[in-house]
């Protein structure tokens, strides 16, 4: 029985939640969690906190789970470490556990039996409790250790007294580390380019870059500059509409690919299909593409209506030619029909809510006006409802249709992996899993079992955003996460990590704590609410491994030095940009302090680019927004600016880098120049890191930054696309110089 204050007990709930008492903000600041914040966050998780009598109530009934639900969700093992036991719940009367026997097996995820044992009768009482006026017990069995990697189940049959019935459990066997090349261990340095896909600019392009024009990218980097490896923006799901869904990492779905991508004069229907030809011969068609063409901003809206319009008609061809029957029962009579009909049944059903979801979507859009799910009629508001059920039955046919979206996505991006080996590059793509998804998306209608809704989460205050940040993604419930067996993250690992030889995890520090705030209050009333890291990180691994993948966790902001150890000995590479890489006094670290585990980079997406940073031209945007307050704030910018470079200056005399006829002094280079650019990576390429990745926007000197944070649409942001096609950067003579340079001091020796 709990005897203790109402602020007590609310603090002791909250703890085991796994919500901070306090934190320490990157400048140290210490900031206490109040009661609010606690009682909000726990009410987002399903805890009722407004009173002391609720709380005994949410305390007793924690401590009462795991002997009334049978047995743990989750268990898991790291390969070749004893496996210890797991524990059975039993409710148990006048000793009846001499009278219980246990039948228990291990399943493999093929569904064969691997394991069985039986157990009893007179089982070993490990505790008892008693739990309204009945007796439980609990007693532990041993688990195998000789079981490969893997996901098992685990079930028991309970028997004997009035014990009976079944109890199931997920057991993972995980390795200790991700999946690491051998190559590294023996000093190889690789490098490479990276780019915003949909930045990508060609003469046969729909007015985005498509899988088409990084087709012809990983030819010429691949195979005719030599490059290790192409890191990609995130390739996710969007609505692809302006402004609000058009961010790679505020995806529609994190599961799913983005059918804007798709090169549409690639897919087969748009070769045999006569309706195809004749829309994309229309004049007016053709002048709405060269339009959407020659801007030098993406059009979202018109880019995506126009691919839509001509792949409805090439569904429509596809259909035809390659089933018969009447929906919903179609029947494929070609092998292209047969391909579709494996691909949905490997996707399973995971791929079909997914379809749903877009189906009605479009459907109450256009009856109801409805622009989230949240304002669907609550019958359609639940994936696995009948009505929902009824909906895909009546509507298989448009539900197919984003199926198909799909499989041409995956087909085409398999397609280019596969090219990517063939180019002799040993990574391949380096692809970007965001964060979190949009909560009136996809994932947020799916996944509403395991997403708080009425959370947010973002960032503390610091100096860039003194206020904190708000993210708007709905964070995943710790809790509810492993009372689910962890799927939800093992889904999105396996469907993120097999689409190239590296991944980078947008705020690796998910695995260990989010930021969480309130939902309608402001982000200084947040806290942070702690994950199971040894579990998240056994789960990565596994997949990491299964997959082949290397793994690069986004490490910057605060991160205490722990957990990159933690991550360090987990096999996951650390995120290292130039920027960012400074010594105690402010000066840049010299190439050696780098840690070989890690890839290094001189920018990212939210930062300026190289020309844009040496210019300032970052400063002058931000003050001409109203982002910089005053012409005080904007002067001591500038002044800060000066002294960094010739900081960099400064960096790369030492290494001997800087060009003939310059100074470390920042006056002497006015404007940032391609060898000053090209030093800069040589310096990169000089520390120890395993990866170094070249941004083609600081090759080619772009001035403007991808992404302004703190901005919608009074920035391009995601929009600007590269001033050069991808026709004029294999002609690029700085593309070879920069890779000659960087080849020369990644080489060993």
């Known amino acids: 029985m709990y005897t203790q204050s109402e602020s007590e007990l609310l603090h002791l709930l909250a703890d085991r939640a796994g919500i901070a008492a306090e934190y320490h903000d990157i400048a140290g600041t210490r900031h206490v969690t109040t009661d609010e914040t606690r009682r909000a966050i726990l009410a987002s998780m399903g805890f009722r906190s407004s009173s002391r009598t609720e709380l005994v109530e949410e305390l007793t009934s924690w401590d009462d789970r795991p002997w009334i639900q049978g047995c743990d969700p989750v268990r898991i093992v790291r390969l070749g470490q004893d496996s210890g036991t797991w524990s059975l719940h039993l409710c148990c009367e006048n000793a009846e556990e001499a009278m219980v026997r246990v039948s228990w097996s291990i399943q493999s995820e093929s569904g064969d039996t691997c394991y069985e044992r039986e157990e009893g009768p007179g089982l070993k009482v490990e505790e008892s409790r008693v739990i309204g006026g009945r007796r439980h017990v609990r ?4 688990l195998p250790s000789e079981l490969s990697l893997g996901y098992y189940k685990v079930t028991a049959r309970v028997q004997g007294g009035k014990s009976c019935g079944d109890a199931t459990f997920r057991f993972i066997v995980a390795p200790e580390r991700c999946h690491v090349p051998d190559m590294f261990y023996r000093g190889t340095r690789l490098s490479g380019l990276g780019l915003q896909l949909y930045s990508l600019r060609s003469d046969r392009n729909w007015g985005i870059g498509d899988f088409r024009d990084l087709a012809d990218v990983v030819e010429w980097a691949g195979n005719r500059l030599g490059v290790s490896m192409i890191g990609l923006n995130p390739l996710h799901a969007l609505k692809n509409s302006m402004p609000y869904h058009i961010s790679p990492y505020s995806p529609n779905s994190r599961l799913f690919l983005n059918e804007i991508y798709i090169d549409v004069e690639g897919v087969p229907e748009c070769l045999t299909s006569s309706e195809v030809r004749s829309r994309l011969a229309d004049p007016l068609f053709r002048a709405q593409l060269d339009v959407a063409r020659r801007s030098e ?3 979202y809206d018109a880019v995506a209506h126009a691919k839509r319009t001509v792949l409805e008609i090439c569904y429509e061809a596809f259909l035809r030619d390659n089933f018969a029957g009447a929906e919903p029962e179609l029947k494929p009579t070609t092998a292209r029909g047969d391909s579709f009909e494996a691909y949905v049944r490997q996707e399973g059903e995971s791929l079909i809510q997914y379809a749903v979801f877009q189906a009605l979507e479009e459907d109450q859009r256009a009856t109801s006006g409805a622009v989230i799910w949240a304002e669907w009629p609550e019958r359609y508001r639940t994936p696995t409802s009948e009505t929902t059920r009824e909906f895909q039955r009546r509507h298989m046919r448009r539900v ?64 860039f955003a003194p206020e904190g940040q708000n993210w708007g993604f709905a964070p995943t419930d710790p809790i509810r996460l492993r009372e689910t067996g962890y799927q939800y993250f093992i889904d999105l690992l396996r469907k993120n990590l097999h689409h190239g030889g590296a991944i980078r995890l947008d705020h690796v520090m998910v695995l260990f704590r989010l930021f969480w705030i309130p939902r309608g209050l402001p982000a200084a009333k947040g806290t942070y609410v702690h994950y199971p890291a040894d579990d998240l990180l056994a789960i990565l691994a596994l997949e990491s491994v299964r997959a082949g993948t290397l793994v690069i966790g986004e490490d910057l902001g605060t991160v205490p030095d722990w957990v990159r150890e933690r991550l360090g000995k987990a096999g996951l590479l650390s995120y290292r940009v130039f920027y960012f890489e400074r010594t105690d006094s402010g000066d840049c670290k010299p190439p050696h302090w780098y840690p070989a585990q890690s890839l290094a980079v001189v920018t990212t997406h939210d930062l300026p680019t190289l020309k844009g940073y040496w210019e300032g031209a970052d400063i002058e945007t931000r003050a001409a927004l109203g982002l910089i307050p005053t012409e005080e704030a904007r002067s001591a910018a500038l002044a800060d600016r000066q002294l960094d470079k010739r900081r960099w200056l400064e960096a790369l005399k030492s290494e001997r880098l800087l060009p003939l006829d310059a100074t470390d002094d920042p006056a002497s280079i006015p404007v940032m120049t391609g060898e000053l650019a090209q030093a800069i990576h040589q310096f990169l390429a000089r520390t120890p890191a395993w990866l170094v990745l070249a941004n083609i926007e600081d090759i080619i000197a772009s001035r403007v930054q991808t992404n302004l944070p703190g901005t919608l649409d009074q920035h391009p942001n995601w929009r600007r696309k590269l001033n050069l096609t991808v026709q004029d950067l294999m002609q690029d003579a700085r593309f070879e110089q920069l890779v000659g340079r960087l080849r020369s001091e990644r080489s060993p020796g």
């Open 400 to 463: 197919r249709f984003f199926v198909y979206l799909q499989w041409l996505a995956a087909e085409q991006l398999g397609a280019l992996v596969k090219k990517t080996g063939e180019a002799g590059m040993p990574v391949g793509f380096y692809h970007d899993m965001a964060l979190g998804s949009d909560r009136y998306g996809a994932d947020g209608w799916r996944f509403q079992d395991v997403l708080a809704l009425q959370a947010d989460c973002g960032a503390p205050p610091d100096a």
């Open 297 to 299: 901003l993406v059009d």
């Open 139 to 142: 007693v532990a069995f041993a």
